[in-house]
């Protein structure tokens, strides 16, 4: 009890002392997880939009001749030795022609002519439904094309190179900020750190004098680091995400942004993190005070 | 050993042991040569000696403040000199030391100078007041226990060390010219207090060149010549 009396009364000592320093460093810190949060939660949703584009993404590989069942199974392992996939199914010129006259509809007639097998046989491989199939789509295909009796392979490839570059991109921009997130944090609450210890330099001295353990002298300085990483990403989320109900409230009815639902962090991604920076900056206290304590 | 023929307060264990120990500062000044001396738990000890004797040194290295160029001290017979981090800390709370240079924040106030010797070892905030408050009476500083200790008298900001010295009842206190800045009657309210401490069981190391503390005392006293320790047999024949 009495231990953590102490404890928090020099807490409340070294933030009246510093408190212009300690705000800053608060402000900075909210800022970088309001910036990387920012980045990831498009990331994030950008990965659901692309599962929803990924449900009509699918490889269809022409081939000369239609495989027997022997050759199906053999193609089957070939195809799933590159990597997992949904489904692959085996159109047979049959089938081809089937489908191809159920689309065409009322325009049956024009079919008449033409002979019963003049649609080639294929394979529709249908990826799994997550981003990285889809950013290695262009391998996948690029594989299948190698596959015996192959004639070529199709595949929406406009708009998924499109979306593998933006994809790409962004996680480089999460990436960067996540970068700059750890950087000044650390950095920050370091350095408003030092400011404290060393504007107290002849109390700790006194201190060790008296006989406070480590403990007692890190204590004060860990919560302080402790609690700017509570306060600093706190504010930081809180911030998105009334940025991001306001956005969603600004831009709702008809609209582009209509299209896709845009969501928020799961409550357990806003936990991991809010722990994270909390860990940096217990960190950041923690390696000045090794620095400038000497205990 | 002669500890026992002038003690008369001890109990005649030996609590602090000095063996052989010499302190150099750099680059060859010599503060303490070749000193062996024991002290014994519950005595009260008058070290004397000349401005620059080297009273102050022994005093750093009892507390650990200074460690000794060569020699070895043992405090309740563990050595001190390796002693690092919480064996360090716990052993420094039970050594309350009344510094000549006195130490004290001075941004702060009289009672939050002294409750910090008791903080460390997380006493309780009533029992701090409690104690703070009494010693502040004995020592005739009732009315400042709320002054910023940079605005006191030195005679004052002395009675503070003092005070913060003995507030957390260490077992060892060592008070390094403790009555230098004080008339006749405030140097007997510290010497009464410090015999109060040390009839409660505390062994007390007194640094002085005043030599009205120690001129009657039955204790024993020893004198610091240029680094070197000579015994003066009772300090009531001087
Ligand atoms: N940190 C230091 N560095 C160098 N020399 C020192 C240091 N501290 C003390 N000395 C020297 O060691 C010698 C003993 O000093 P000390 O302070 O122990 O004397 P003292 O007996 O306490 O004197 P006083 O009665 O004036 O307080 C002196 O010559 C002093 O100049
Ligand atoms: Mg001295």
New interface residues.
Partial sequence: ???W??VLRQVGRNLRQTWPSQLMTLLTVSLSVLIFAFFYLVYSNMLNFGDKLGDDLSLIVYMEDEPGPELQQQLRRKITTFDEVEEIRFVSREDAYNRFATQLGENLDVLNDMPKDFLPPSIEVIPLKNLRSLNQVKLFSAYLAKLPGTLKVQYGQDWVERFYYFTRLLSIIVLLSGTLLILTTIFMVAYTIRLTILGRQ??LE?????????N?IRTPFLLEGLLQGVLGSSLGITSLYILFQWIKLRFSGPGFLNLFEFSFFSPLVCITIIGVSILLCTIGSYSTMQKFLR? | MNTQMTNTTGTGETLIEMIKVSKAYPPDIVALENISVSIATGEMFFLIGMSGAGKTTLLKLLCSMETPSKGLIEIGGNPIQQMKGHKLAKLRQKIGVAYQDFKLLTDRTTSENIAISMEVSYKKPQLIRKRVRELLEQLDLSDKHDSITGELSRGEQQRVTLARAIANSPTIILVDEPTGNLDATTTEKVMKLLTKSNKAGATIVIATHDDSIYRDTSHRVMELRKGQMYSIAGGASL
Avoid: D
């Fill in positions: 009890m009495s231990f009396f102490t002849a109390e006194l201190l060790k004098l008296v006989g406070a353990t480590n007692y205990i």
